[in-house]
Nanobody, 123 residues
């Protein structure tokens, strides 16, 4: 199995930047892609972006395009979510997830999830 641990959440002012990390362990070889999702109180879990483990190809949700960047360090088995120009509406619990399948934008694409890390953006 794959274990995922997120870190880096916190409180940041609007317009600021923050980087989240997601460290993977276990059956790393089974991972085809890793994704980031977020869930705000009372809202559904939303796709933020994803990165294919080998190719590095990335996809982003419309609400974060141009502001967020996903990268990976294969040597450290870690994926990063660099966030810029943060807005109060970015406030949510951010989750990373791993999939062995080919598609990456739906919650059901993923079978391993981290515990989540809270991001709060103050206005």
């Amino acid at each position: 199995q794959v274990q995922l641990v997120e870190s880096g959440g916190g409180l940041v002012q609007a317009g600021g930047s923050l980087r989240l990390s997601c460290a993977a362990s276990g059956r790393i070889f089974s991972i085809n892609a890793m994704g980031w999702f977020r869930q705000a109180p009372g809202k559904e879990r939303e796709f933020v972006g994803a990165i294919y483990w080998n190719s590095g190809r990335t996809y982003y949700g419309n609400s974060v395009k141009g502001r967020f960047t996903i990268s990976r360090d294969n040597a450290k088995n870690t994926v990063y979510l660099q966030m810029h120009s943060l807005k109060p509406e970015d406030t949510a619990v951010y989750y990373c997830a791993a999939t062995s399948g080919p598609t990456v934008q739906a919650i059901n694409d993923y079978d391993r999830w981290g515990q989540g890390t809270q991001l709060t953006v103050s206005s």
